[in-house]
């Protein structure tokens, strides 16, 4: 399991929603909600973060800056 998928495990739990309910409330396809908590990686960033933007996160690509990590 990664980070995101437990994140969103965790959040929907505490919230007392079953994955149809989060993906209702998303605006998603209950797939969605279940390739996300279980770790796929054939994810839309834009679905994903349809889902976390009812925790107040998204997720935003990678920048690839190698200059910022040279202090």
């Given at each position: 399991?990664?980070?995101?998928?437990?994140?969103?495990k965790r959040k929907r739990?505490?919230?007392?929603?079953?994955?149809e309910e989060l993906a209702e409330k998303a605006g998603v396809a209950l797939t969605v909600i279940r390739k996300i908590?279980?770790?796929?990686n054939n994810l839309s960033l834009s679905k994903v973060n349809q889902v976390l933007v009812l925790f107040g996160h998204v997720l935003g690509p990678i920048k690839e800056n190698h200059e910022a990590s040279h202090h």
């Open positions: 399991m990664n980070e995101l998928s437990a994140f969103l739990k505490l919230l007392n929603l079953t994955q908590e279980q770790g796929k």
